[in-house]
């Protein structure tokens, strides 16, 4: 079980640390890649090549601005590819829309704006499809989740 995780820039990784809390919470494997769709396309293709041979199962990329870095991704590879739409320019609106609106046949699934830990969640749903074990451990993650949020909100609420 591994999960690649790129970002285009240094500045992202406060947000993008979130998708591997998740990941860790789980006890998935991942990779960390700072490149840029635009400035470093060469190397963002080789990288994806040296995570699909050492076995990533899926991609979370990280993108503000253009937002170009997850569908690049996407029409580089069969992995699923999970998009972060980072808060840039138009507060994050920009980022959401770019990654969101792929052309058809190359999708690209999207969470909320500088939402990463999200991402690195619905990585875990997709690899429990093929791990029962991840599987196991995300039904007991929900459970308690369940749990706690009732235990949490049972007292009388008075206004």
């Given at each position: 079980?591994?999960?690649?995780?790129?970002?285009?820039?240094?500045?992202?990784?406060?947000?993008?640390?979130?998708?591997?809390?998740?990941?860790?919470?789980?006890?998935?494997?991942?990779?960390?890649?700072?490149?840029?769709?635009?400035?470093?396309?060469?190397?963002?293709?080789?990288?994806?090549?040296?995570?699909?041979?050492?076995?990533?199962?899926?991609?979370?990329?990280?993108?503000?601005?253009?937002a170009h870095l997850p569908g690049v991704i996407a029409?580089?590879?069969?992995?699923?590819?999970?998009?972060?739409?980072?808060?840039?320019?138009?507060?994050?609106?920009?980022?959401?829309?770019?990654?969101?609106?792929?052309?058809?046949?190359?999708?690209?699934?999207?969470?909320?704006?500088?939402?990463?830990?999200?991402?690195?969640?619905?990585?875990?749903?997709?690899?429990?499809?093929?791990?029962?074990?991840?599987?196991?451990?995300?039904?007991?993650?929900?459970?308690?989740?369940?749990?706690?949020?009732?235990s949490e909100n049972e007292e009388q609420i008075e206004?």
């Amino acid at each position: 079980m591994k999960v690649g995780i790129i970002f285009g820039s240094k500045s992202d990784k406060d947000i993008m640390k979130n998708a591997a809390m998740a990941l860790k919470e789980f006890g998935v494997d991942y990779e960390v890649h700072i490149l840029s769709a635009h400035r470093v396309p060469e190397r963002l293709t080789q990288v994806i090549r040296e995570m699909e041979d050492s076995g990533v199962e899926c991609i979370i990329a990280g993108a503000g601005l253009a937002a170009h870095l997850p569908g690049v991704i996407a029409s580089q590879t069969i992995l699923p590819v999970i998009g972060v739409p980072i808060k840039a320019a138009l507060g994050g609106m920009d980022s959401l829309l770019s990654i969101v609106q792929m052309p058809k046949a190359i999708p690209v699934a999207t969470v909320g704006i500088n939402n990463s830990y999200n991402a690195g969640m619905l990585s875990v749903q997709v690899l429990s499809l093929k791990y029962m074990e991840l599987k196991d451990k995300l039904i007991t993650y929900r459970t308690e989740m369940k749990e706690k949020f009732i235990s949490e909100n049972e007292e009388q609420i008075e206004f």
